[in-house]
């Protein structure tokens, strides 16, 4: 069990990093969507705030994977998931990330689903400046709240290695 969490651990601080440059390169496109009439940096933004948010859930469905060995199912699995990081699991673990967090990244959640559902030239530019001028700020608090969760697993994997 410890190597599950100790894998998990390096899994978030590694994601952290990649998903870290989705956050600066959406940013930078958007800079160049700000002064140009080309359409393809909206579009382009907006593919790059649909991966910071799938790169997080794809580390949210690991850690419900291999930590709370239960993964939500159905129609509504994507926002289920979501507020299972945010409960603790009693015996288990703590939040993964915090009721606010939570709430920052439901928004990039939610517009994940447009992107994948409407053609890219019915896209809302505003609603992308919108999340755009959130991401770093969003990304500073997960990324806090997922180190801390990290740093958790470290311990108990470590606890776990001095009962061995």
Known sequence: MKETYLAVAGRIRQELQEI????ERAVRIWERAATSSDDYYVDA?????????????HLFEV?????????PSGPRWHQDLLRQMA???PGVRPPVIRPETRDRLDQFRGFRHVVRNVYTFN????????????LRPTMDEVAKDLLDFATFLEQIGEESEDTV
């Open 87 to 89: 409960s603790e699991i």
């Open 45 to 57: 933004a907006a593919l790059n705030l649909h991966g910071f948010y799938a790169g997080l859930e």
């Open 63 to 71: 850690i419900a994977d291999s930590i709370d060995h239960a993964k």
């Open 123 to 134: 896209l809302d530019p505003a609603q992308i400046e919108i999340l755009v001028q959130r």
């Open 20 to 23: 870290g440059k989705v956050v």
